[in-house]
Nanobody
């Protein structure tokens, strides 16, 4: 059974920080690309950041310089460090794992809510 479980969301004031974690099981974690997506109210789901199995990283323009994605293969866990949070960062954040080897072998967590508000 493949499972991705996000944690670390919550309510934070503008300018604050949160660290999201995505713990995985049932996959060979080291060969999967790991990504964070978010969906704000009334908007489509969008890519926030991705870190490839070889370590390459890409960020959305809106979070570049504020967010940092990382992975710990020994712990089968991906992270998203979010600094200088803004109200527009408010969204449900989803963890994604993509094997890039087998079509359809893409997995999603159920999401964790991040609310940035004073």
């Amino acid at each position: 059974q493949v499972q991705l479980v996000e944690s670390g969301g919550g309510l934070v004031q503008p300018g604050g920080s949160l660290r999201l974690s995505c713990t995985t099981s049932g996959i060979i974690f080291s060969i999967f690309d790991m990504g964070w997506y978010r969906q704000a109210p009334g908007k489509q789901r969008e890519l926030v950041a991705v870190i490839g199995s070889a370590g390459g990283i890409n960020y959305a323009d809106s979070v570049t310089g504020r967010f940092t994605i990382s992975r710990d293969n020994a712990k089968n866990t991906a992270y998203l460090q979010m600094n200088t949070l803004k109200p527009e960062d408010t969204a449900v954040y989803y963890c994604n794992a993509d094997s890039r080897l087998v079509a359809g072998m893409v997995y999603w967590g159920k999401g964790t809510l991040v609310t940035v508000s004073s």
